[in-house]
């Protein structure tokens, strides 16, 4: 079997899981836990591609993530509120509905700007950032900065984005109950369809000839700029299409969750995509996805029974796998399967030279 064939099989063994198995399987509850886990893997997916193709660390996803997020969340607020002022803006004193907001009574206009604001954002650090030829460390430090402060903006603009609780309380989500199972299991599968869409046209960007031109960037950016190529171009676009993704990513949160709040978006959330994607294996698209799935369902599961030490864990987890296992969970599954195809070998060469003479 080539290795794109297998890659199309357990694609289909995935798709089939996450559709039919997942949904009889799981109740409700673990059901809309799932679907969370699987917004993270979008913004993982982003990360890995930013990250594990074009070696651009990203601390603060959770921007692009918030955007997308507050972008769905004003929509919906404003529709609840029926053309009124939202409830927080109520309690807030606020008066007039903020300019800001006026757009987003439109879906479609909601709906745009949760992949068209991520991805400008992106497309102008892009351009400010990789033409000055910044990069390793202090790209990474720079995204970590703007994290930051992108929370302290949200934080401090109570009467504008409902301050440190965020937007929250929303009583209809396109029509229908967003407490209602089925509801929630249309979200469910409304993420996972997204997020094998947004897998395979990655698999196809970075085994185009973009593709790898990016992995060449990110292995020799001056050799590539030698060779009559623009670096900050390609780092560029790809940093826009990670960006899009967190974007879309933030956008189904919302109503899989029911809120969007600073505290899901700063430094610490960032950093912890970042750890998903470096356990699952950040060279491999598939290891994204994986790392965030398996963290999140790691952090549920083990901070219900330990919440003070959770994150001690997960920072020696990162330690761990960055010093022993820096390609991560897939890298781990590559080594361990050409190391049994490497012993099986002389085997099969021996088989073969006694049959011969025969």
Request: hydrophobic share 55%; aromatic share 10%.
């Amino acid at each position: 079997m080539s290795e794109r064939t297998r890659g199309y099989a357990l694609f289909g063994a995935v798709a089939l899981l996450l559709l039919v198995v997942a949904p009889l399987a799981l109740p409700a509850f673990r059901l809309d836990e799932l679907a969370k886990y699987l917004c993270f893997a979008i913004a993982a997916l982003g990360i890995g591609l930013a990250w594990g193709q074009g070696g651009m660390l990203t601390l603060g996803q959770g921007v692009f993530f918030g955007l997308g997020g507050y972008a769905m969340g004003m929509y919906l607020k404003l529709h609840d509120a029926g053309g009124d002022l939202p409830d927080f803006m109520v309690w807030s004193g606020v008066e007039h509905l903020p300019a800001l907001w006026g757009p987003f009574r439109n879906p479609v206009v909601a709906i745009a700007a949760v992949v068209v604001v991520p991805v400008a954002v992106a497309v102008l650090l892009g351009v400010l950032v990789f033409r000055q030829r910044v990069r390793g460390a202090y790209f990474a430090l720079l995204t970590q900065a703007l994290a930051a402060a992108f929370v302290i903006l949200l934080v401090g603009q109570q009467g504008l984005t409902g301050g440190t609780n965020g937007l929250t309380n929303f009583y209809d989500v396109f029509g229908r109950d967003p407490e209602a199972e089925s509801t929630q299991r249309t979200m469910y599968f409304v993420t996972a369809g997204v997020l094998g869409v947004l897998y395979l046209l990655a698999r196809q960007l970075v085994k185009s000839r973009f593709g790898r031109l990016l992995v060449a960037v990110r292995d020799g950016e001056d050799r590539v700029r030698f060779l009559g190529y623009n670096p900050a171009t390609v780092k560029t676009i790809t940093f826009a299409v990670s960006a899009g993704m967190a974007g879309l990513a933030g956008a189904l949160f919302v109503p899989v969750v029911g809120i969007i709040s600073p505290s899901l978006l700063g430094v610490v959330p960032s950093l912890e995509l970042v750890v998903a994607v470096a356990v699952g294996g950040r060279y491999a698209l598939a290891g994204a996805i994986l790392g965030a799935v398996a963290m999140n369902y790691a952090k549920t599961s083990l901070s219900e029974q330990w919440a003070d030490g959770w994150l001690y864990l997960q920072g020696a987890l990162f330690i761990l796998v960055m010093t022993l296992a820096p390609k991560g969970a897939i890298g781990l599954y590559h080594q361990l399967r050409d190391a049994v195809a490497r012993r099986r070998g002389p085997s099969v060469q021996v088989t073969v030279k006694e049959e011969v003479p025969a």
